[in-house]
């Protein structure tokens, strides 16, 4: 019934890589006002419309791939549907010197970046015992090298010291194996791994911005449907980014929601999961790394459980 009462508000869908014809949402227009986002993969696809969306919340993006041609087309479909500035630029992933002339590039463009989403990846169907060397390779290098490599040049050159959020775009497809899929499982699970709390982006040391990792595997908030039976995606970092700093750490129906309509199109069968890396933030009172949030009422403050350990038992926190 709800699930029906939900299917029935999905906005229409939209193929090939072209804005919504229409685009309703739940949140102010300006909820990103100000603020630059750098987007890998966002020529095509989920990057596409996290762009689109974003910049329909007010954010300037960059939007990153090898082919300029398809980011510089998707750049004017996405500025003349949001009237946003869109910078279009060339970079491979497996190739940091690229990154890191492309993030040079946007800075000197639009002077911060407050939101790295790594959404570029490579991926084909085949048996493990098809795949060459060189197969197996490319995709690790492109999802889960290109993953890192993107987060490191984005926190040397400007994170590290100003902040921000990042945004890992992994799949459910190494929770149970996925036929044809050892090598995008295998370079996802990584992803998700390195996204753990545990990971060396935790935590930046004493005295300086902490960063706090939070998963979110595109369950709605009030446990309704996922996010292939509804064409609907909650992006997690939604919570992190449109929060006050207290709800971080506490339920995300405690946050504010954020239902970008991705094309249904978009979802080959495996749930993709968004996995916020990084967010930086003010000193916590808690001396454990797991809680970077320094407030009046930090729900590491409050009695019972810590609300961010319940929700379906990922490691939200460490
Ligand atoms: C990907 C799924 C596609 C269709 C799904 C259709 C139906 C779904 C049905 C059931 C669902 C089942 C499973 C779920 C599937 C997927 C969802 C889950 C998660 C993730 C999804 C995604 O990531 S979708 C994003 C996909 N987008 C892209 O891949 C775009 C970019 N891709 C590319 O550029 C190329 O495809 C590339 C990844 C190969 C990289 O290009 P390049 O660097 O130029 O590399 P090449 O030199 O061309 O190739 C390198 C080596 O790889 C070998 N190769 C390439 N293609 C294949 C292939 N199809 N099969 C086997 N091997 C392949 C190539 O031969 C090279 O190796 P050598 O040894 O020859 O050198
Ligand atoms: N579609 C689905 O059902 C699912 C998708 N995902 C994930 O969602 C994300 C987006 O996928 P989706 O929109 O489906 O696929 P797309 O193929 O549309 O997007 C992948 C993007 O990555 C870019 N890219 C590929 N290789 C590189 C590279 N070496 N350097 C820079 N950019 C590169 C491509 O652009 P270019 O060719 O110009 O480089 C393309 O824009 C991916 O991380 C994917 O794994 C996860 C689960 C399911």
Redesign the pocket.
């Known amino acids: 019934m709800a699930e029906a009462a939900m299917a029935a508000r999905v906005p229409p869908d939209e193929d090939g890589d072209e804005c919504l014809p229409q685009y309703r949402h739940l949140l102010s227009p300006d909820l990103l006002a100000g603020q630059v986002a750098f987007i890998t993969?966002g020529g095509?696809?989920i990057g596409f419309r996290i762009a689109e969306i974003f910049m329909r919340h007010g954010c300037r993006t960059v939007i990153a791939s090898?082919n300029l041609q398809r980011v510089s087309e998707a750049s004017k479909k996405l500025m003349a549907a949001t009237g946003q500035q869109c910078l279009p630029l060339s970079i491979d992933v497996?190739q940091p010197q690229t990154i890191a002339a492309a993030v040079d590039e946007a800075l000197k463009e639009f002077q911060r970046i407050d939101i790295l989403i790594n959404g570029?990846?490579?991926?084909?169907?085949?048996p493990a015992s098809?795949?060459?060397?060189?197969?197996?390779?490319?995709?690790i290098?492109?999802?889960t090298m290109g993953t890192f490599n993107t987060s490191k040049v984005l926190f040397e050159k400007y994170f590290r010291d100003h902040g921000g959020v990042i945004v890992n775009i992994t799949?459910?497809?190494s929770y149970r194996g996925?036929?044809?899929?050892v090598h995008?499982?295998a370079a996802?699970a990584a992803i998700g791994t390195s996204t753990h709390p545990a990971g060396a982006w935790s935590h930046v040391g004493p005295g300086k911005k902490r960063v706090l990792p939070k998963y979110w595997d595109g369950k709605m908030p009030w446990g309704g449907a996922s996010v292939n039976r509804c064409g609907y995606c909650m992006l997690g970092f939604g919570m992190s980014l449109f929060s006050p700093p207290r709800a971080l750490c506490s339920q995300p129906d405690s946050s504010v929601a954020f239902f970008p309509p991705l094309k249904r199109s978009c979802?080959?069968?495996?749930a993709?999961r968004f996995s916020v890396l990084l967010q930086s933030l003010p000193r916590c009172h808690d001396p454990s790394p797991c809680c970077g949030v320094g407030t009046q009422q930090h729900p590491c403050e409050q009695p019972g459980p810590r609300p961010h350990h319940r929700h379906r038992g990922l490691p939200t926190s460490g």
């Open positions: 993969g095509s696809g090898r497996r570029a990846a490579g991926n084909f169907l085949c098809a795949l060459s060397f060189n197969a197996f390779k490319t995709v290098d492109i999802d799949a459910t497809l996925q036929a044809l899929q995008a499982g996802k979802w080959n069968g495996s993709p």
